[in-house]
């Protein structure tokens, strides 16, 4: 039975490097397909997952709004009491007893294997997020990233990020300084590996401590965090220039998308518009001959009423005659006659005679006072309707204007983006009427069909 070392180490969280969103120069890509990836969660999925519902149940019993917590994940990351996540590096051998490249190594590999698949089973309060085997460096190890968490707690979040609390439910209580939480819980797992280890006929070689017998390329990794660590604020440089391009890219799709639309309104509102200028053009010249018609209608009542004027004249004149004509005046009887015979020749027939004359008078004057009233009534509602239609005009040729105005708007707007673009716009405009139309057909088709 041969033997091999097991290393436990703090690794630095590096997400991107385990998930080789880059490469470091210790990779070897051509070897990256042999890695294996248990899982790569997002972390911020993971914290609404753990602690949505304990940050809930907090928040709720705040009475002071400066007291709750927007974003759990934030507030620990600003923090300085606990870490957002941690990670272990676990290793078996060194670059010389188990390459990458080697059977040893591929051997190693399995081991690891077999260690992680009951990693999590066996820490349940350590929520692994990311783990990876990698066997494009110079020996197999495993990344494992975790969040440690409590349940029932007494402060804070009943359910918290709390690393000595999650390793202290697994049953590990520090004790001194070189003997923590943290210390017993990396020799148990230690143990753990050295038990499949022996399985599979290897022995647990126990030197030192675990950085000691990292493999050199190993060690060389920590002394090149700086560029790991470089590396990452590059990748987050690009992620933040790409993302203020796809947002100015979106500014202008935005923008693009709102001025076709209002060149879509402003296309309808002209054709409409241009409709409304032809219905306004028709309804003033029916307005103007209208007018004009009620015009050649006063100029009609007023001569009918001039022509009264002048019979009514020609009547107060025809009156005088009365006074003077001889055959009005009553004459002298004759030698010799009676009063009786003068009064039934004489008087009698020139007073009817003048019943009758004053009779017909004062009909015709009547008739012509009527007429003349219903003359006035009617050359007042005549003239009111050709100030009526006056008004209307004047309305419809401030309407035209407004028309030619946005009319000529158009014009300009089809000068600055082109007549076939205010076209195509048109055009789209029409089909997705006519789909509309279509729609609303085929749903009072059915609805009939149903009824």
């Given amino acids: 039975m041969h033997k091999n070392t097991i290393s436990v180490m703090v690794g630095k969280g590096s997400l991107n490097h385990n998930s080789r969103v880059f490469y470091a120069e210790n990779v070897d890509p051509s070897r990256s397909h042999l890695n294996i990836e248990y899982c790569n969660e997002n972390i911020k999925d993971v914290y609404h997952e753990l602690f949505d519902d304990a940050l809930a149940r907090y928040n709720a019993k705040q009475k002071r709004s400066d007291r709750k917590i927007e974003n759990y994940y934030e507030k620990i990351c600003s923090g300085k009491q606990e870490k957002p996540f941690h990670e272990i590096i676990i290793q078996i051998g060194n670059k010389d007893t188990c390459a990458a490249a080697t059977e040893d190594g591929a051997f190693a590999a399995r081991l690891l294997d077999e260690y992680m698949r009951g990693f999590q089973k066996r820490n349940s309060t350590l929520r692994v997020f990311s783990a990876h085997l990698h066997m494009d ?115 202008l799709h935005m923008e693009l998308s709102q001025a076709n639309h209002e060149l879509t309104e402003l296309r309808r509102e002209t054709a409409e518009a241009r409709e409304e200028k032809e219905e306004a053009l028709q309804a003033v010249a029916t307005a103007k001959k209208e007018a004009e018609e009620a015009e050649a209608i006063v100029e009609e009542n007023q001569k009918k009423a001039d022509d009264l004027k002048a019979y009514i004249r020609t009547f107060e004149r025809n009156v005088h005659e009365y006074d003077d004509a001889k055959k009005w005046q009553l004459p002298e009887p004759d030698f010799l006659m009676g009063a009786g015979t003068y009064r039934e020749k004489k008087a009698l027939p020139l007073v009817n005679t003048l019943k009758n004359v004053i009779k017909n008078l004062t009909l015709q004057l009547i008739h012509a006072l009527e007429a003349n009233e219903r003359l006035q009534k009617s050359l007042k509602k005549t003239e009111q309707k050709v100030d009526h239609l006056l008004n209307r005009v004047n309305k419809l040729e401030e309407k035209n204007k407004l028309l030619n105005e946005r009319s000529h708007t158009l014009e300009l707007v089809e000068h600055a983006v082109g007549e076939d673009q205010v076209e195509r716009i048109a055009g789209e405009q029409d089909k997705r009427e006519e789909w509309e139309r279509n729609q609303r057909k085929r749903q009072r088709g059915r609805t009939e069909w149903s009824l």
């Fill in 137 to 251: 460096e110079a020996t197999p190890h495993l990344h494992i990233d975790f969040v440690p968490y409590t349940t029932g707690s007494k402060r804070g979040l009943d359910t918290r990020v709390s690393l000595k609390k999650a390793l202290e439910a697994l049953g590990f209580k520090g004790g001194t300084r070189s003997d923590t939480e943290w210390d017993q819980w990396a020799n148990a797992e230690k143990e753990r590996l050295a038990e499949i280890m022996l399985a599979h006929g290897v022995e647990w070689e126990k030197k030192g401590t675990h950085e000691e017998h990292l493999s050199v390329l190993d060690y060389k990794k920590k002394e090149r965090t700086k560029e790991v660590e470089q590396l990452e604020r590059q990748k987050e440089n690009i992620e933040r220039t790409t993302e203020a391009q796809l947002k100015v890219s979106a500014q």
